[in-house]
């Protein structure tokens, strides 16, 4: 018995030392592609000594003798910290994931082939201006010396990844750069989604009720649409599945629906600063990935010094400021797709009508290679109105009827497409003026730019306008027959048509999404926008004061009250406030008093330690769903985030909007009063059985959780502890400080969807300007750099970012000197 004791004790002493020595070397082979940031080296590619100064929280500052070299220098530590990531994002644009990852991406790269992104933005580089091909391909240099050197010298393959993956790298294109930028429009573009529920909705709904659940943002609009099945002669059995829809697949691109780009940017003119500068401050939001998107940097340009957040990738610097110009960027929610049907020849399925009689489809064959299995051939099909989408991307078929298809009309695939020499202008300017000349290039995905220089303030909407005509049949808000003339694009406006607010009386501009102009169809920007609700509490911030200051920027980009709550809470709970009899503890009429008890005292704050934003989300999660599972079925899993304008609605009994609370299947009438009570008996079941306890410890933090989340090892066990960044959040979907809410899963309320970075500037005193990402700047999971800036973050804390380079030297982490070799 002793030596099976003994001998058990060995196997185990054994089988620990083995995975000790496993361990070792992975962590060995994975640590070789930490890059050495204190070096000299040769470097093929420069025409003169190019420095790199990495300050204390790993931010490169980057000077050399000409601009070219500069940008040289930026391709450079992109690839050093963000290969990866990089090649990632190219593989997605170019639709060659399933190269690596298998079938289960084939969807995602279908999508960018039927896309034909790549083919667009190998054509888009001649048309850049010089400055701007040379800036390319000096980047482009700048990632192959990088890539020259983990080639040549074993440098652990540039990224612990490509021991998982294939590492098969090939080298870097201006192309690339401008298909990346291409990529952000992809994963800006929420209209498409807009459109296909919108068309579900009205096949489903009554036209009075679809303005209730749909609603228009308040300001003139129009809710009355065509019906959708009467527009193309199909009736309305044909589309009797509206529900069924697909998990996303593997690395999909595009967003779904409320998880596009959002943002919020504002600035004062120096009369509304207590310093006498002009302010301005931004956060752009997108989904939460490890590492972020962001990547911190300062180039020393010939036209002087800029600082702010790149995006690996692109040799451009999307925000960020110089000594006397700043700029912000938001999503401006431009309605720039839309969805046509085509009617295809019955007697040849590749034709397609049109005003003209019927014309064929311009078609070629796509093959995209898929690990370890037989290639696949799409035929690439193009009407007059843009790319033909089948049936199972976006889960079109559901609205397309037999015998048509669907093609999407998009200012994004164009050849003609200049945004990377708008985006190199605009990093040159020095004026708002400048600014504003330096966007009229700019094709997509458009944007919001709030700019400051050191008098002016403006905003501008940038990004190209489609012309439509005024008889259009849906004005753009659900597909339309593509073979109807008044239905097609004819053109796109001229860019001063687009909204420009400059050096506004008040003395500040600002933008949360919210809707910025009141202009009717067809000068219109979108019947749909990305925020009711934030603006309004920005708007109370900023007249609060009469001048501002940094701090008072900083105070605003963190706050974390919900003007929704404050709203909705009154009404919905009008009569359940206070009424009732005394209850035991251990029921549920106990359990109710004491959540509206603590929600009557509640100012709307969704702050991480407290108990009451949990409670709120989850009535109002469990309102909605009370409100609309009746009425629309199983198309109400579609509704995964709170419609706040749809609430009030109902509880003010807008227009009739009341009915939504009658259950149509009962035979009583309930009222809302009735409603708001079973769905927070409903909400305070849900917490008991998630969180347990008594309803004074539950935490919105622990529930409002981020994770930054690697795209490919996230999912994987035991790694996903040390890939993943994961945090404790205030904020939520309608605060300042937004943290937008995953709406599906078991947790319904992780926060997904956020400001990835912020920075403010004070132009009486530039070089006091503050900067943050969300993780870190390095990519690599084994470097102290991975999330060391995304505790400050976290923190609600930044890091200053001067254009000082002793102050830069002063605390650097490591300073690179690449010399031209001979």
């Known amino acids: ?74 391709g450079y530590v992109h690839a050093q910290d963000r290969l990866w990531q990089m090649m990632m994002m190219r593989r997605t644009a170019q639709g060659r994931l399933s190269e690596v990852f298998g079938r289960r991406t084939l969807q995602a790269d279908e999508l960018m082939r039927r896309l034909d992104l790549y083919t667009l933005a190998k054509a ?19 990632v192959n010396a990088y890539l020259s050197r983990v080639n040549s010298e074993a440098l652990g393959r540039g990224a612990p990844e490509f021991f998982l993956f294939p590492n098969d790298v090939s080298p870097w294109q201006p192309a690339d750069s401008i298909a990346i930028l291409k990529l952000l429009g992809v994963q800006l573009a929420g209209q498409l989604e807009e459109e296909l529920l919108r068309a579900r909705v009205t096949l489903a709904l009554p036209e009075d009720r679809v303005k209730d659940i749909l609603p228009d943002i308040p300001g003139t609009g129009v809710a009355a649409l065509p019906d959708y099945a009467a527009l193309l002669d199909v009736p ?73 957040g790149t995006i ?33 020849n019955p007697d040849n399925p590749n034709e397609v009508q049109t005003p003209e009689g019927f014309k064929p489809l311009i078609k070629r064959g796509s093959i995209v290679q898929i690990k370890d299995e037989a290639p696949v051939t799409f035929d690439l099909q193009w009407s007059e109105n843009g790319p033909i989408l089948p049936g199972h991307l976006f889960d079109l078929g559901i609205i397309t009827p037999p015998g048509h298809a669907m093609s999407l009309n998009w200012t994004l695939l164009t050849k003609e497409d200049r945004s990377m020499s708008a985006a190199i202008r605009l990093l040159r300017s020095k004026t708002v003026m400048e600014g504003i000349a330096a966007g009229s290039d700019y094709v997509a995905p458009s944007l919001t730019l709030t700019m400051a220089d050191q008098e002016n303030i403006a905003m501008k909407v940038i990004g190209a306008m489609p012309k439509r005509d005024a008889q259009h049949q849906t004005r753009g808000r659900i597909p339309s027959p593509g073979w109807v003339v008044e239905n097609r694009w004819q053109g796109i406006l001229s860019y001063s048509a687009n909204p420009e607010f400059v050096q506004p009386t008040g003395g500040i501009v600002g933008n949360t999404n919210n809707k910025l102009v009141d202009r009717p169809f067809p000068n219109h920007m979108s019947y749909d926008w990305g925020d009711s609700q934030r603006v309004q509490r920005w708007s109370r911030l900023m007249q609060a004061r009469e001048v501002h200051t940094r701090d008072s920027f900083i105070e605003a980009q963190l706050d974390s009250v919900s003007v929704t709550a404050r709203t909705l809470l009154p009404l919905v709970g009008a009569d359940l406030w206070f009424t009732g009899d005394a209850a035991p503890d251990g029921t549920p009429e106990r359990a109710r008093q004491r ?96 969180a347990g306890g008594k309803q004074e410890s539950l935490r919105w933090g622990d529930f409002h959780e981020v994770t930054h989340k690697h795209p490919v090892l996230g999912d ?34 992780r926060n997904v969807h956020g400001a990835g970075y912020r920075g403010v500037y004070d132009f009486a005193d530039p070089n006091s300007s503050l900067f943050v990402i969300s993780t870190g700047q390095s990519g690599h999971p084994l470097s102290r750099h991975y999330d060391d800036l995304g505790e400050l973050w976290r923190r609600g804390e930044y890091t200053p970012m001067s254009l000082d380079p002793a102050l830069a030297r002063a605390a650097s982490v490591g300073v690179t000197q690449l010399v031209p070799k001979n």
């Open 312 to 344: 690996p990738g692109m040799p451009a610097m999307m925000v960020g400021r110089s000594d006397s110009f700043g700029w912000g960027v938001t999503s401006s929610y431009l309605d720039d797709q839309d969805l046509h049907v085509e009617k295809l």
């Open 236 to 308: 309305k059995t044909r589309f009797a599945n509206l529900t069924k829809r697909q998990d996303l697949p593997d690395l999909w691109p595009a967003p779904r629906r409320g998880q596009a780009g959002a943002s919020n940017a504002w600035a004062a003119s120096a009369k509304r600063s207590a310093a006498g500068g002009t302010l301005l401050a931004n956060d752009p939001h997108l989904g939460f990935t490890a590492p972020s998107i962001w990547y911190l940097a300062r180039l020393e340009l010939s036209t002087g010094g800029v600082i702010g």
């Open 124 to 142: 888009a580089v001649e048309v850049q201006d010089d400055d701007t091909k040379a800036a390319l391909k000096a980047y482009s240099s700048g």
């Open 716 to 749: 994987i066990p035991f790694l996903s502890w040390f890939v993943n960044i994961r945090q404790s959040t205030s904020g939520g979907d309608n605060t300042l400080m937004r943290g937008r809410t995953a709406g599906t899963g078991n947790n319904p309320y």
């Open 1 to 74: 018995m002793g030596k099976v004791v003994l001998w058990m004790i060995r196997i185990v002493a054994g089988l620990m030392v083995l995975a000790g020595l496993v361990m070792t070397l992975v962590y060995y082979l994975a640590a070789q592609s930490l890059p050495d940031y204190n070096v000299t080296r040769q470097t093929a590619g420069i025409t003169a000594p190019v420095e790199i100064v990495r300050n204390n929280a790993n931010i490169p500052h980057i000077f050399a003798q000409n601009d070219a070299d500069v940008f040289f220098g930026l």
């Open 595 to 690: 959540a509206l008890e603590l929600l009557a005292n509640w100012n709307g704050e969704m702050n991480e330690h407290m108990p009451e934003p949990l409670i709120y989300s989850a009535w109002l999660r469990a309102l909605q769903t009370r409100l609309i599972r009746d009425e629309l079925g199983p198309l109400a899993g579609e509704f995964t985030q709170i419609e706040p304008i749809f609430i009030e609605r109902v509880y003010r009994d807008v227009e009739g909007a009341g009915i939504w609370c009658d259950v149509i299947q009962s035979a009583p009438k309930e009222t809302c009063t009735d409603i708001a009570r079973v769905a927070l008996d409903d909400a305070l079941l849900w917490l008991d059985e998630n």
